[in-house]
């Protein structure tokens, strides 16, 4: 079998320089200046994400753009935004310490607290008596405290049918069911991944 020829005229492609952080970060798209520093993704194939476990709290910068980089975001637009974004903070426990709401896109300064903590208020707990310590609480009154906490987010209709659904599987032996469907809400509690997601 025949090898190639050489191409006539081709041209070595010429030498770069590698760029400098500055430089980087004129770039419009690719860099991330992690601690990696590189332009190209991680071998994972994905981002590098830090979240801390669920037993404390943690800080961290959020930034989430449009798709396609298009201008949505209006006066009027922000606004709703903004309410939208303050009721989620509430509903999800988190912390928002500051933010920039620009045309297309939002930075998020946010304190996630411990889950375990949060929660800790819709479950029941038995005092041991000593001064620092919250009152007792039956099963009951914790989810009646997580029932209270739901009306951040929904309607009074939709607490209403929640109530209806949630006694009408105790009152059928689904006791577990309707546990389960409780958690579901409190698995959404200080969960960053699930706060940006339904912001």
Not at 149 to 165: D, F, G, M, P, V
Request: hydrophobic share 35%; net charge positive; with cysteine.
């Amino acid at each position: 079998m025949k090898s190639p020829e050489p191409m006539q005229n081709q041209q070595k492609p010429a030498e770069t320089k590698p760029l400098t952080p500055l430089q980087l970060a004129d770039c419009k798209t690719g860099f991330s200046g992690g601690a990696a520093g590189m332009i190209c993704a991680p071998p994972s194939g994905g981002h590098v994400r830090i979240v801390g476990d669920d037993q404390h709290s943690y800080c961290y910068h959020v930034m989430s753009r449009t798709a396609g980089g298009d201008y949505l975001f209006g006066d009027r637009e922000k606004e709703a935004f903004l309410r939208i974004m303050w009721r989620m903070a509430r509903f999800s426990g988190i912390k928002i310490l500051t933010y920039c709401l620009m045309d297309n896109h939002f930075h998020l300064l946010i304190r996630v607290p411990s889950r375990v903590k949060f929660n800790a208020k819709f479950e029941a707990y038995e005092s041991q008596g000593r001064p620092d310590e919250r009152p007792s609480q039956t099963k009951q009154q914790g989810e009646e405290r997580l029932i209270d906490h739901l009306r951040t987010l929904y309607s009074k209709a939709y607490i209403s049918q929640l109530r209806a659904e949630l006694a009408h599987m105790r009152a059928n032996g689904m006791e577990r069911y309707a546990d389960e469907q409780l958690t579901k809400y409190k698995e959404r509690f200080c969960n960053l991944e699930k706060f940006v997601k339904e912001l």
